[in-house]
Nanobody
């Protein structure tokens, strides 16, 4: 089993910044791709950004140029630096991890609330 724990959410004014962190841990697993997704009230969960073990990144168009995903593979930790935040960025942000132990499995964190006030 892999545990995924997010931190760093909160309330910020439009134009402000927040940094989210997500740590994955699990004995006998290799942590591969990691990423951030978000879900606003009444909407489906959507991809925000992903990063491979090798460091290749992918971003949603809506966050390109404002958000930066990075990882410390030695610590199995992924970060999301969010700048120039907008009210429409308000959502619960979830960390997703792909872990391998023979087969590959996906694990989700419990989510962290990000609220951007106008």
């Amino acid at each position: 089993q892999v545990q995924v724990v997010e931190s760093g959410g909160g309330l910020v004014q439009a134009g402000g910044s927040l940094r989210l962190s997500c740590a994955a841990s699990g004995s006998g697993f290799s942590i591969n791709d990691m990423g951030w997704y978000r879900q606003a009230p009444g909407k489906q969960r959507e991809l925000v950004a992903t990063i491979t073990r090798g460091g290749s990144t992918n971003y949603a168009d809506s966050v390109k140029g404002r958000f930066t995903i990075s990882r410390d593979s030695a610590k199995n930790t992924v970060y999301l630096q969010m700048n120039s935040l907008k009210p429409e960025d308000t959502a619960v942000y979830y960390c997703r991890t792909i872990a391998t132990s023979g087969a590959s499995f996906q694990y989700w964190g419990q989510g962290t609330q990000v609220t951007v006030s106008s």
